[in-house]
């Protein structure tokens, strides 16, 4: 029973130390295309997060974002300021826009 309560304490301490994660499921298939996610209406200085990674401004990438397929979180954020989040869901070799309201 206690090594069951340490377990659990230990498991609550990780997560909340951020050592622990819950990832966005993916199907990745080698070999296969990516997906290009692009961002038309937003500022070209606008910072592109994408799963949590920051990808930089939006001008850095006038071709697009290359994803994998499956689901992906994305923020697009001036400073402090989030302008736009959306949960996107791309296959592989799609093209898809995302677009500011």
């Given at each position: 029973?206690?090594?069951q309560l340490l377990a659990a304490?230990?498991?609550c301490g990780a997560t909340m130390a951020g050592c622990v994660q819950n990832y966005a499921e993916r199907e990745i298939v080698q070999?296969?295309?990516t997906a290009t996610v692009l961002f038309p209406s937003?500022?070209?200085e606008a910072r592109i997060l994408i799963d949590g990674r920051d990808f930089g401004?939006?001008?850095q990438h006038p071709n697009g974002v290359a994803l994998?397929?499956?689901r992906h979180d994305i923020i697009i954020s001036i400073g402090e300021r989030?302008?736009?989040k959306q949960a996107v869901y791309v296959s592989?070799?799609?093209r898809i826009e995302v677009r500011i309201p």
């Open positions: 029973m206690k090594a304490a230990i498991l070999g296969a295309a937003a500022p070209q401004p939006v001008g994998s397929s499956g989030q302008l736009h592989a070799g799609a």
